[in-house]
């Protein structure tokens, strides 16, 4: 399966950006997606994910209230809205697929290509 993201770019503190990715070669809807990003000089880490239905969502500490994840299975694409961007979400954006329905415990990630966010303060 290919992950690509996109819809990255620059944009001001306090300002929102969507991101989508959509998948290719093997439908995914019956395995949770999610996102991660990695700053620069930093480890990979979660940022948000959908269970395989969008019935249960999960966000990292720092997104909470801010992002939003979502799916559309009839695209095979999950999309996360970002809004009141800070200068410490600058980071390069990865979605993921998981291999549980969940996306909670033992799941095992996935990652596409990677799209560039960049909030100036």
């Known amino acids: 399966v290919q992950l690509q993201a996109s819809g990255g770019g620059l944009v001001q503190a306090g300002g929102s950006l969507r991101l989508s990715c959509a998948a290719s070669g093997r439908t995914l809807s019956n395995y949770a997606r999610g996102w991660f990003r990695q700053a620069p000089g930093k480890e990979r880490e979660f940022v948000a994910s959908?269970?395989?239905?969008?019935?249960?969502?999960r966000y990292a500490d720092p997104v909470k209230g801010r992002f939003t994840i979502s799916r559309d299975n009839a695209k095979n694409t999950v999309y996360l809205q970002m809004n009141s961007l800070k200068p410490e979400d600058t980071a390069v954006y990865y979605c993921?697929?998981?291999?549980?329905?969940?996306?909670?415990?033992?799941?095992?990630?996935?990652w596409g290509q990677g799209t560039l966010v960049t909030v100036s303060s």
């Open positions: 959908i269970s395989w239905n969008g019935g249960r969502t």
């Open positions: 993921a697929t998981g291999n549980t329905m969940t996306g909670l415990g033992a799941t095992t990630w996935s």
